[in-house]
């Protein structure tokens, strides 16, 4: 039974209801205003105030228990409820949701783009679609504001993409998402099935579902329409397809932060599939791990053949979730915390390698590697950054990555011994390999003959992005332990459930 604090007990307004009714309030009035003059301004202060608002929830989240906090719960129709709480791991992916955003602000400021007012409106939505996820405990409010921010990733990664091929990028991202949804729909609809079977009535919030027992004959094909759901959008090998495309054809960075830079994947497996389903999780772990170790090397060995530096960061992507779904389905307290360390890390750091990327575009206007060269004397900071980005992925100290990683692998080594935990460390060392040689060849090799364009020096805005990226890595890399603090408690029902079904 999942026990909860209500909002009144800590505050006297109903902070998770503000904070996901802010942005959209915002998105409709900058669709009202259009053009107008003040649209950055409303959107500098909307994603500003819901970083401060973020930073209070924090301040005021009590992570000394496993209680769900600041509870508020409204009838809607029929059986949907909006039932919202948090825990320490929604605190840490608001958080992270909050910046990410005021950043995707400050990128559209400073590069050019056209339809300014219907860009930052679609950016709040996804906003405050991210922040209902992070935050509801009901399965199908969870599916249907997914369906949404989906919907609207979709419409920025096409909207504004940068190539030609963009109806390209968009259908294989409504194939690959439309079956995500199909899945995830059609799973969450099951457990209901099951719950008004067993008592008569209709319930999709998670609380209730965990009441009572799920069939055993429906066990796997639920795990399969969940776990397959959640790992498209992670993205799991061989679930990845649609990602190089995209991010080879889409928008350079807007969609890729809001898909990449918070992986609703991995926080909806911990959330959803692992207290539902620990007979099947157990059951289906060895198998799943078994293609995330194939999925590292896979993956890293493509993006080493990569000539695109966007298409080279999306196999990034995919090399390092591969490490973090080991750390995952370790399915001990180290590996929780890890895993969820590494996420939000992986959120931050993809987010700005994707960023400085899309600043070089807007320069260059390539993303061909043997097009680049040079940069480091035009873009110094742009350049350290994408540095400091790159190497906090692969986990070194002075990084976030680092503690993360170190808790991954201790859980690793003691679930499936050396050889699983020897594949993710060496999968690490060649994602250093590859991220360190783009790195050489875009920033400091010496500037290709191809490039004739000028090269201008990083604007005000830009070198703000950049601080931003370089101060919150270093500083929560050097400081981990208020986030480790933070989500310790969160883990304690799954740490108990799994302790007791453990092999």
């Known amino acids: 039974m999942i026990t ?18 802010l942005p959209l309030i915002a998105a409709a009035a900058l669709l009202i205003l259009r053009e107008g003059r003040h649209r950055f301004t409303i959107a500098y202060l909307v994603t500003g105030a819901e970083l401060l608002l973020a930073i209070l ?19 809607l129709f029929g059986p949907l409820l909006y ?35 219907r860009f930052l409106a679609a950016a709040l939505g996804a906003e405050s679609t991210l922040m209902a996820m992070f935050m509801t405990t009901d399965m199908l409010w969870f599916v249907l504001v997914s369906i949404f921010e989906l919907a609207i990733v979709g419409y920025l990664l096409w909207r504004w993409a940068t190539s030609l091929e963009r109806n390209i990028a968009l259908a294989r991202y409504l194939q690959f998402m439309g079956t995500s949804a199909t899945l995830l729909l059609a799973g969450v609809l099951m457990l209901g099935w099951n719950y008004v079977d067993v008592t008569g009535v209709w319930s999709f919030d998670l609380p209730r579902l965990l ?34 495309v995209a991010a080879e054809h889409g928008t350079v960075a ?9 992986k609703i994947g991995v926080y909806g497996m911990l959330r959803f599939v692992f207290p539902l389903l620990p007979d099947e999780v157990l059951y289906w772990q060895p198998f799943i791990v078994a293609f995330a170790v194939a999925g590292i090397f896979y993956a890293a060995t493509l993006a080493l053949m990569q000539t695109n530096l966007r298409r080279l960061l999306a196999f990034a992507v995919v090399s390092h979730t591969s490490v973090l779904v080991i750390g995952l389905f370790s399915l001990n307290h180290t590996a929780f915390q890890g895993s969820t360390m590494l996420s939000a890390n992986f959120g931050l750091a993809s987010a700005g390698l994707i960023m400085m990327t899309g600043i070089v ?38 990084t976030p990555g680092f503690d993360a990683a170190h808790l991954m692998l201790e859980a690793a080594i003691g679930e499936f011994g050396a050889l699983v935990t020897v594949a993710a460390a060496v999968g690490n060392v060649v994602a250093a390999g590859f991220l360190l040689w783009s790195f050489q060849r875009a920033f400091l090799a010496p500037k290709p003959e191809s490039m004739t364009r000028e090269i201008a020096p990083a604007s005000t805005l830009e070198l703000i992005l950049a ?26 029902g799954l740490n108990t459930l799994y302790g007791a079904t453990a092999h």
């Open 211 to 244: 009441e009572v027992p799920i069939a055993a004959s429906i066990q796997s094909v639920l795990f399969f329409l969940l776990f397959y759901g959640l790992a498209i959008r992670t993205p799991l090998f061989p679930l990845h397809g649609w990602l190089p």
């Open 467 to 492: 601080s931003t990226i370089i101060t919150v890595l270093l500083t929560s890399g050097f400081h981990s332990d208020p986030w480790l603090q933070l989500i310790e408690h969160s883990f304690d």
């Open 83 to 117: 039932h919202v709480a948090v825990d320490g791991i929604s605190v840490l992916f608001i958080l992270l949701t909050a910046l990410l955003s005021l950043m995707v602000v400050v990128y559209g400021r400073v590069i050019p783009i056209e339809q300014t007012s």
């Open 361 to 398: 575009f807007w320069r260059t206007r390539t993303m061909q590697l043997d097009r680049l060269g040079g940069l480091f004397d035009h873009l110094p900071f742009i350049a350290i950054a994408f540095l400091i980005a790159g190497l906090s992925i692969v986990g070194m100290p002075g």
């Open 4 to 21: 909860e604090q209500h909002w009144s007990t800590s505050l006297d307004f109903p902070l998770l209801a503000v904070m996901q009714l």
């Open 57 to 75: 929830l924090f301040m005021k989240f009590d992570h000394t228990t496993s209680n769900m906090q600041f509870a508020e719960q409204l009838p």
């Open 254 to 262: 807007v969609a890729p932060v809001f898909l990449l830079g918070l």
